[in-house]
C-alpha cells in the first residue's frame, strides 16, 4: 500500500475510534464541541482545504465543495440547536474518506497491469569493452552497436541477434505466455526478457525509438485521450453541480418563507437540515469516479493481452466496429513469400531468377527476398545500376549494360511490351529484358496459422461485414479471401486506391457502426489514419503503421482484434450501467431527501455507497483474459 493510503487509512481509523469512544465518554458543553471538532478535522482536513482552494481559483462546485458546506452546515446546525449531536457530520465525512480510499485501491489495482507493463522499461545495456561487460544508459547507445544481453535481463533495443541462442519471454508485450525461441540472424525487440542463453545483438533502432520506448509512450498518452462518455461526464458534472447548490439553497429557504407568510413557525432548522442531507446526496462522485475508472481498467486488461488502445474515446469507437477491412500481406498473411514456378521462354530459368534477384536487390520488400532467396547466391551489387522503382507496377534496372523491367502486368503495359498471362494462382513477376518479354515467375504468400479463426471470431463477436484490400492480382485476392471466409475483396489496388475505396465503405456503412482498417505497413498509415479506427500489427509493424494507428496488437496476431473488440464492448457496457444506476439512485434519493423521508445516515449511503458500488463494478474491466 502506498504511504499515502496508509495515512488515509491511519486518520479514517483515528477518526472511527474517537467518533465511538465521544458516544461513550461523559462529556460536554464546550470540550464536547472542541473534541468532535478535532474527530472532523483529523478526518476532513484535506477536503477542507481542497474546497477552500476551489473557491479561490473560481471552481468551488465540486464534490470537496459539496462534502465541505454540507458537514460544516451540520455542526452549525448542532450548535445552533444546542443539541451536541456532530455525529452526522463526522459520520458524513468518514464515510466519504472510506469511499475515496477504496477507490484509490481501485484505481491502484487498475493500474498494477499498467505498471507491469512499465517493467518492461530497461534500465541499462551491456556494451563490452576491451573484455569487460560495462552497464550503460540505454539512450547512450547509437545504431551499429553490439550489445550482450544475459539470461534474466531485458532486451534494452531493439536488433538483430549476431551470437547465441535463446527462448525469450514476450509476455509482457504480447500477453503470449509460451517462450519465443531465438537464433543468430533473427530480429528482437526491446521488452523481452531472455531467459536462457547470452545473446549479442547489433542494434537496428537508438533506444527511444525502439519498441519498449514506443509501447511506454502509448500507454502513457492514452489516459489523455477522453471519450464521449467522459466528456459527457464532465460536462454533466460542471452543470449538475451548481444545479443541486442552487436547489439545495431554495430548498433552505423557500418553504420557511412560504410558512411565515402563511403565518405558521417557518421551521429553519427543519429545512437546512434537510437541504444539507440533499447536498449531502447530491455529490456525483459515484460518476466522475467510476467513469473514468473503468476505462483506465479496460486500457489496462486490454494492455495485458497484448491490445494497446491509446485512448478511452477509442475504446469507445471500438465498441462499436461492425465493419473489419484487412490489408492482405502481413496481416492475414505471413508476408513470408516463396519462389513457386519460373515460366521462362528462351531464357534458362537459372538465368531468369539472377536478372530477377539482381534487379530487386535495393528492395527489402518481402518478394524481393523471396527472388534473392530462390537465386541463392551472393548479390553482387556492382553489377546493378539505374534502379528506379514504379509504386503500384515494379522497377526498372540496369544489369550487366542490360536494361531489366521486373513487375505487375501493368508495368508491362506501361512498357508497351507484349506479355504471356500466367494461369497459376499467385503473384506473377514479370520480366522483360532490354524491351523484349523473357517470362515471368511465380511467387505465393503463406496465410498466418490463425488467420482463419481471426474471420470466424470476427463474425462470432457481431461484425457484420469483413473486407481484403491488397495489390495482388484478382485471381490471388479471391482465392485467399475464399479460404479464409472474408466477405468481400479488393484487388489490384495501389497504396492510393486503398484511401479510396475505404472511404467508399464509410459512405455505405450504418451512421452508428464504425469502421475498423487493419494493416502493418508503411503504405497503410494513410487508411489506418482515414479509418474510424485503425488498427496495426505492432511487432512486425512498420513505425508509420504503429504511429497511424489507434489500436497495436503487439503479437500480431489477428485474432486479437475480435478480443479488443470484445473488450471493448465489456468496458462500454460497464460505463453505461455505472451512468445508469448512479443517476437512478441519485435522483430517487434526491426527491426523498427533499421530502423530509431521508436523513444524514440514508444520505451517506446514497452517496459513498453507490460510489463504491459502481467503483466495484468498474473494476471488472480488468477481467479480460477469458473473454
Known amino acids: 500500500m502506498k504511504k499515502k493510503q496508509k495515512k488515509m487509512l491511519v486518520r479514517i481509523i483515528l477518526a472511527a475510534f474517537m467518533l465511538i469512544a465521544l458516544n461513550f465518554i461523559p462529556v460536554t458543553g464546550l470540550l464536547r464541541m472542541l473534541l468532535y471538532l478535532a474527530a472532523y478535522l483529523i478526518i476532513g482536513y484535506d477536503i477542507l482545504q481542497k474546497a477552500g482552494k476551489g473557491i479561490l481559483n473560481g471552481r468551488m462546485f465540486d464534490e470537496n465543495f459539496l462534502m465541505a458546506i454540507a458537514t460544516v452546515g451540520a455542526i452549525a446546525l448542532a450548535v445552533y440547536e444546542k443539541s451536541g449531536d456532530y455525529n452526522e457530520a463526522i459520520a458524513v465525512m468518514l464515510?466519504?474518506?472510506?469511499?475515496?480510499?477504496?477507490?484509490?485501491?481501485?484505481?491502484?489495482?487498475?493500474?498494477?497491469?499498467?505498471?507491469?507493463?512499465?517493467?518492461?522499461r530497461p534500465d541499462y545495456a551491456n556494451v563490452e569493452r576491451d573484455g569487460i561487460l560495462e552497464?550503460?544508459?540505454p539512450d547512450e547507445v547509437a545504431i551499429g552497436s553490439i550489445i550482450v544481453v544475459q539470461p534474466g535481463e531485458k532486451v534494452p533495443?531493439?536488433?538483430?541477434?549476431?551470437?547465441?541462442?535463446?527462448s525469450l519471454n514476450t509476455s509482457a508485450l504480447t500477453g503470449e505466455s509460451l517462450p519465443r525461441e531465438a537464433m543468430p540472424g533473427d530480429e528482437i525487440i526491446s521488452g523481452c526478457i531472455n531467459m536462457t542463453g547470452v545473446l549479442k545483438i547489433q542494434t537496428t533502432k537508438e533506444f527511444g525509438e525502439s519498441t519498449v520506448s514506443k509501447i511506454l509512450q502509448l500507454v502513457e498518452e492514452s489516459s489523455s485521450r477522453k471519450s464521449k462518455s467522459e466528456n459527457f461526464i464532465s460536462k454533466f458534472a460542471r452543470v449538475y453541480t451548481p444545479a443541486v447548490c442552487g436547489a439545495a439553497l431554495l430548498l433552505a429557504v423557500v418553504p420557511p418563507l412560504f410558512h411565515l407568510i402563511a403565518g405558521s413557525p417557518a421551521g429553519w432548522a427543519g429545512w437546512i437540515y434537510r437541504a444539507l442531507i440533499?447536498?449531502?446526496?447530491?455529490?456525483?462522485?459515484?460518476?466522475?469516479?467510476?467513469?473514468?475508472?473503468?476505462?483506465?481498467?479496460?486500457?489496462?486488461?486490454?494492455?495485458?493481452?497484448?491490445?494497446l488502445i491509446k485512448g478511452s474515446n477509442y475504446m469507445e469507437t471500438l465498441s462499436k466496429t461492425k465493419i473489419v477491412v484487412f490489408d492482405k500481406t502481413g496481416t492475414l498473411t505471413q508476408g513470408v513469400f516463396e519462389v513457386n514456378g519460373v515460366h521462362h521462354n528462351s531464357m534458362e530459368e537459372s538465368k531468369l531468377l539472377e536478372y530477377a534477384a539482381?534487379?530487386?536487390c535495393a528492395s527489402s520488400h518481402p518478394i524481393?527476398?523471396?527472388?534473392?532467396?530462390?537465386?541463392?547466391k551472393d548479390i553482387d551489387r556492382s553489377r546493378v545500376t539505374d534502379i528506379e522503382e514504379i509504386s503500384g507496377h515494379g522497377l526498372t534496372a540496369n544489369v550487366d549494360g542490360h536494361q531489366v523491367a521486373a513487375g505487375n502486368t501493368r508495368l508491362m503495359e506501361r512498357l508497351g511490351i507484349p506479355y504471356v498471362e500466367c494461369h497459376s494462382v499467385g503473384t506473377i513477376i514479370h520480366l522483360a529484358i532490354d524491351s523484349t518479354y523473357a517470362g515471368h515467375i511465380v511467387i505465393s504468400d503463406i496465410e498466418k496459422?490463425?488467420?482463419?479463426?481471426?474471420?470466424?471470431?470476427?463474425?462470432?463477436?457481431?461484425?457484420?461485414?469483413?473486407?481484403?484490400?491488397?495489390?495482388?492480382t484478382g485471381r490471388v485476392a479471391e482465392k485467399t479471401a475464399a479460404?479464409?471466409?472474408v466477405d468481400e475483396v479488393h484487388s489490384e489496388l495501389l497504396p492510393a486506391d486503398k484511401v479510396t475505396e475505404v472511404e467508399k465503405l464509410l459512405k455505405q456503412k450504418p451512421a452508428k457502426s464504425r469502421l475498423a482498417f487493419v494493416g502493418d505497413g508503411i503504405n497503410d498509415a494513410p487508411v489506418l489514419s482515414r479509418a474510424d479506427i485503425g488498427i496495426a500489427m505492432g511487432a512486425m509493424g512498420s513505425d508509420a503503421a504503429i504511429e497511424a494507428a489507434d489500436v497495436v496488437l503487439m503479437d500480431d496476431d489477428p485474432v486479437k482484434i475480435a478480443k479488443g473488440i470484445k473488450i471493448s464492448r465489456k468496458c462500454l457496457a460497464i460505463v453505461y450501467q455505472n451512468i445508469v444506476f448512479a443517476l437512478v439512485i441519485k435522483f430517487a434519493c434526491l426527491g426523498l431527501g427533499a421530502l423530509g423521508i431521508a436523513n444524514m445516515w440514508f444520505a451517506i449511503f446514497a452517496d459513498v455507497g453507490v460510489m463504491v458500488i459502481a467503483v466495484l463494478n468498474a473494476i471488472r474491466a480488468l477481467r479480460v483474459h477469458n473473454l
Do not use: H, W
Open 368 to 376: 524481393s527476398k523471396s527472388l534473392q532467396k530462390a537465386y541463392g
Open 95 to 120: 464515510f466519504y474518506q472510506i469511499g475515496e480510499l477504496f477507490q484509490s485501491y481501485a484505481v491502484g489495482k487498475s493500474r498494477k497491469n499498467i505498471s507491469a507493463l512499465m517493467d518492461i
Open 449 to 472: 496459422p490463425n488467420a482463419r479463426e481471426a474471420i470466424a471470431a470476427l463474425k462470432k463477436a457481431g461484425v457484420e461485414k469483413t473486407v481484403m484490400l491488397t495489390g495482388d
Open 483 to 485: 479460404e479464409l471466409g
Open 157 to 166: 533495443i531493439d536488433g538483430i541477434i549476431t551470437e547465441g541462442t535463446s
Open 358 to 360: 539482381l534487379a530487386e
Open 135 to 137: 552497464q550503460v544508459d
Open 278 to 307: 440533499f447536498l449531502v446526496i447530491s455529490c456525483p462522485c459515484a460518476l466522475v469516479i467510476s467513469i473514468p475508472l473503468s476505462f483506465f481498467a479496460g486500457i489496462g486488461g486490454a494492455s495485458k493481452e497484448g491490445i
